[in-house]
């Protein structure tokens, strides 16, 4: 196995050491890192997995699955006999939105919601009409949206009665896999923020809303910034944990903008993984908040502004699996844009930002007997690419200090050329952020400002920055607005 930049051997890691555990879409992850925030070489492990889903919009996954799946990945990575007891702390970010109702024993009464499960849709109808969904957006970040808990537990209530009624914790996947390893269902404010019921000027649970759900405050685990983990014991089979402190469990959002060193209001962070999304870290909530997008409070600070997109490795994933395309895909991306190029709605999955049109579906415009598979590849990645542009768009009156685009994640690094189109469509440099497992990078950074604040972190491994070119950006100044009038047209109706 060769040692990148961004790895440290054992030997000479600093102390103290963290566990990093990162519960993603398709797998959950964990690895070592030292005081500076390298990895330690060999100490990383990974399980997959995959989300159930059916046509009625069940996106699920067993959270005993998972949390065995952590234990494996800890079994992995302690078993190294030299590690000693050197970890000092373990930390945990996971898919945010996650809902498993649990009985007063800590059961699980439900598999774990995903954010993808949209089966709340009419609940979410009927809320849409009885609250305002401004003001409610004002409160909490957020807009009503089957990703969240309030239509959910209005559906729950509707379809499950019995489970709604035997339900006495509302927890994230994070909380309950904390509470089945060391008794604590310990939820970072993130965690709490992305349900879209805390207020996020506030740091309390809105009130309208738990009364729409129908559910109480004392039914969620307050809201913990990290600042001070718990001593909690770690079960006896895992000894290079004796001496670890835990966190609370934060969303994966969060962790990746720190972990791509996007950390304050001047750098915009892209995620490009399965899902993607634009988000920049503010001091406070944001004002004005874009009704298209949302505002999650993640510390006693700090906000996290943005929006997320459904399709982003997913649409690569499809046309490399649907289309027969060239081996090399790099002179696709490379070449000059073109007005034969298709103009591609990429909504293979829904919208979420900025338009949170859960039933919109891809549209492919312009394509003729002339187009091949390597122009329709081009045609979705430029359709991703705008989809970018649109939340960018939404995001400058609030973020208006952003200098620098750091893009992170799969895609990226899978094909780093797609960055020049997106550079291009947005009409600012976008800077390849080379580090891998970003999001897991940044949890371990979060808690080593606790438990390591004094040591000086490594730097960012970049590779390059992609400017954009004027007759591109041009060129696509004018497929945004054919874009905005398909959409429309064809979405909006």
């Known amino acids: 196995m060769t040692r990148t930049d961004d790895e440290v051997a054992l030997r000479a890691a600093l ?43 069940t996106s699920v996954i067993d959270p005993e ?10 079994d992995a990575v302690t078993g190294e006999r030299r590690l000693g007891t050197r970890i000092t702390g373990v930390a945990m970010d996971t898919f945010a939105a996650s809902l498993i109702a649990v009985d007063a024993a800590g059961r699980a009464l439900t598999p774990c919601l995903t954010y993808a499960d949209s089966r709340s849709a009419d ?46 914790h509302w927890w994230s996947l994070g909380e309950y896999i904390l509470a089945r390893l060391v008794g604590q269902p310990l939820a970072g404010t993130s965690t709490v923020a992305w349900t879209g019921l805390l207020d996020r000027r506030t740091g309390h649970l809105d009130a309208e809303l738990l009364a729409a759900a129908g559910a109480a405050p004392e039914q969620f685990s307050p809201a913990q910034d990290g600042t001070e983990p718990a001593s909690s014991a770690a079960p006896s089979r895992w000894r290079a944990l004796a001496r670890a402190a835990w966190f ?18 001047t750098v915009l962070a892209a995620s490009t993984a399965t899902s993607g999304a634009l988000r920049v870290l503010l001091d406070g909530a944001a004002d004005p908040l874009p009704f298209g997008l949302w505002n999650y409070r993640v510390d006693a600070r700090r906000t996290l502004l943005g929006g997320a997109i459904n399709d982003v490795g997913r649409a690569v994933s499809w046309a490399q699996s649907t289309l027969s395309l060239s081996p090399e895909l790099a002179p696709v991306l490379t070449a000059p844009p073109s007005d034969a190029t298709p103009l591609v709605l990429p909504y293979l999955t829904g919208e979420r930002a900025p338009g949170w049109v859960g039933g919109a579906r891809a549209i492919f415009g312009g394509v003729s007997a002339a187009t091949d598979a390597d122009t329709l590849f081009r045609g979705i990645v430029e359709g991703v690419a705008m989809t970018y542009a649109r939340v960018a768009d939404e ?11 750091a893009a992170s994640g799969r895609v990226s690094n899978d094909q780093p050329e797609w960055l020049q189109v997106l550079a291009d469509v947005l009409g600012r440099p976008v800077t390849h952020v080379t580090r891998r497992r970003t999001t897991q990078h940044g949890t371990a950074l979060l808690a080593l400002d606790v438990l390591a604040p004094d040591i000086p972190r490594a730097l960012r491994t970049t590779g390059a920055t992609y400017e954009p070119h004027p007759g591109h950006v041009e060129h696509y100044a004018q497929r945004r607005t054919r874009f905005a009038e398909v959409y429309d047209a064809l979405i909006r109706g």
């Open 15 to 57: 102390d103290p050491l963290v566990l990093a555990l990162d519960i993603g879409s398709t797998a959950t992850r964990g690895g070592v890192h030292d005081a500076a925030g390298r990895q330690v070489h060999g100490l990383q492990h990974k399980v997959p997995h995959a989300f159930t889903v059916a046509p009625d919009g």
């Open 65 to 74: 699955q998972v949390t065995a799946e952590v234990e494996q990945v800890i």
């Open 123 to 168: 609940a979410l109808k009927a809320l849409r009409e009885q609250l305002d969904e401004h003001a409610v957006q004002q409160r909490t970040g957020t807009r009503l949206h089957t990703s969240y808990h309030a239509p959910r537990l209005r559906w729950l209530a509707a379809a499950q009665p019995r489970v709604f009624d035997g339900a006495a």
């Open 248 to 265: 609370p469990v934060i969303t994966d959002g969060f962790a990746s903008n720190v972990g791509s060193g996007a950390t304050d209001a």
């Open 395 to 405: 995001l400058h009156p609030a973020a208006s200090q952003v200098v620098q685009v």
